[in-house]
């Protein structure tokens, strides 16, 4: 690759050079429709509340719960919440921000990925799968 | 094929929570560097997949191809093309303190490698003029062990230490060295400190020391990070500061989506031997961004940016537009 500080890549992986034929161009951009087209499928809607859409510096989830649950279950909930938040904000969108929201069904996954990438503790781990599935 | 088994077979087993999931980024990105001007469509997926309660399954992959004039006033494009793993690795949790993971994984030195390099999480489209200083392929191939050493609520410290072999392969390039980070983090001062080595174990022997800085004022949008590496024969630095507009309407209005980013960096030459990927000479280079922050994780990334150097000053003039995607890697059932 031409400018060695352009994306993140092994340098060894881009030396080698090809023309880009017509045929090539056109099965780049039908695999590009393609994965286009299937996103909405695969991205199975989820209902607003089992959707999981953290954002920093709310505390979200927790009023829904707030307004069904007895007082102190209600409290304990709220600060589980906050926990949850406070551990997303310290270890999650410190590198990056949090997206829009995903579904309720890989928020473990994303968990497990967060515990290994960010090395959480148990503790964190379980809390932010809390707050996630509030 | 036998990865693909073991995913189905996961199916079965995995909680409704653990669904595999496909995520990543698809992004087309334009720069004039020196007046050469070039093109990229790159998506980068990352599959990660749960197998059971211990065992975690990750890999990301990147597609691209760069159109760029070809050199010596010849007229016309060249084309670059690359599609190939960037790392394979299966992550074994064997208790709260340890993770091992094995495999092709991105070497944890410092905090860019691991942390910024994702085309979505980047601020820039480029990386830092330090991020081969004791990163080198930017793979490992082997083993590394990972975990939390101590969380708690005033401060935590966690660890990495790996070790690779040397591998020529075009997929998982790697060079033989082993390394580790340690890093301190205090969540009331929202403030992280990073150390870490490298010694590589071929070619040229080198160690490779690097700090990391990260500091969020808390309840303020600001980010300041920063990295220090010294190397055998170069040493270098960046500070990055990104600051949020959300004070204005919050960070959903058309003014709090605005990201102004300021990255400082320098490269010092020691000598000529050119083993780190570095320019041979001393480089200065700032970098100044307005990113917006699109509705559906969708990012907007410009940047100018002015590289000085004793072989020849230029601008660096950069856009681009990313898209991250994040979804189950197929429908799950309720339980």
């Known amino acids: 690759m031409g400018d060695r500080y352009r994306l993140s890549l092994p340098l060894s992986s881009v030396e080698g050079k090809r023309q880009m034929t017509p045929t090539r161009l056109f099965s780049m951009t039908l695999a590009a429709v393609l994965v286009s087209a299937s996103l909405p ?94 | 094929m036998v990865f693909a088994l073991a995913l189905l077979c996961a199916t079965k087993i995995v909680a409704a929570q653990d669904t595999p999931l496909l995520s990543g ?76 993971v094995a495999g092709s994984y991105l070497v ?36 590394m062990a990972r975990g939390s050493v101590v969380s708690h609520e005033k401060y935590s410290v966690d660890y990495t230490a790996f070790y690779s072999t040397r591998s020529n392969n ?32 071929q070619g040229v022997h080198e160690n490779f020391y690097g700090v ?27 500070v990055e500061a990104d600051y949020r507009l959300q004070r204005f309407g919050g960070p959903d209005s058309v003014i709090g989506r605005f990201e102004p980013v300021f990255r400082m960096q320098q490269t010092f030459r020691r000598d000529n031997v050119a083993s780190d990927g570095l320019l041979p000479v001393d480089v200065q280079r700032a970098d100044f961004a307005i990113d917006y922050n699109l509705p559906h994780n969708t990012r907007i990334l410009t940047s100018y940016g002015r590289q000085f150097a004793s072989t020849g000053d230029h601008n660096v003039w950069e856009t681009g537009i990313v898209y991250r995607f994040l979804f189950p890697a197929w429908r799950a059932k309720d339980k």
């Not at chain 1, 989820?46 to 069904?68: E, F, I, L, R």
């Not at chain 2, 075009?170 to 009331?188: C, I, S």
């Not at chain 2, 309840?219 to 300041?224: F, G, Q, S, V, W």
């Open chain 2, 25 to 100: 980024g698809v992004a087309f990105f334009h720069s004039t560097s020196g007046g050469s001007t070039d093109f990229t469509p790159v998506i980068e997926p990352l599959l990660a997949a749960p197998i059971g309660q211990h065992l975690f399954i990750e890999s990301r992959a990147t597609l691209l191809e760069t159109w760029l004039p070809k050199g010596n006033g010849q007229s016309g494009d060249d084309h670059i093309h690359f599609i190939g793993l960037n790392y394979l690795s299966g992550d074994f949790l064997i208790n709260r303190h340890l993770t091992l």
């Open chain 2, 108 to 143: 944890p030195f410092a905090s860019y490698n691991e942390r910024l390099s994702p085309i979505w999480i980047n601020n820039f489209q480029d990386t830092p003029l330090i991020a081969s200083l004791g990163v080198n392929t930017g793979t490992g191939l082997g083993g």
């Open chain 2, 212 to 238: 990391h800085v990260w500091w969020e004022p808390k309840d303020t949008a600001l980010r300041l990070r920063s990295e220090f590496t010294s190397g055998q024969h170069a040493d270098g630095y960046w």
């Open chain 2, 170 to 201: 075009l997929q998982f390039p790697a060079d033989r060295e082993f390394g580790g980070r340690v890093n301190l983090y205090l969540p009331v001062q929202r403030l992280e400190v990073g150390f870490s080595y490298d010694r590589v174990l």
């Open chain 1, 41 to 134: 499928t695969l991205a199975k809607p989820v209902p607003q509340a089992a959707s999981s859409t953290p954002q920093s510096g709310s505390t979200a989830g927790s009023s829904g719960m707030h307004a069904t649950a007895g007082k102190p279950q209600a409290k304990k909930q709220l600060d589980q919440a906050d926990e949850g938040n406070r551990i997303f904000e310290q270890n999650c969108s410190r590198c990056h921000n949090a997206p829009d929201g995903f579904s309720s069904h890989i928020s473990g996954t994303v968990v497990r990925h967060m515990r290994v990438r960010a090395n959480l503790s148990d503790h964190d781990e379980q809390e932010l799968l809390r707050f996630f599935n509030p």
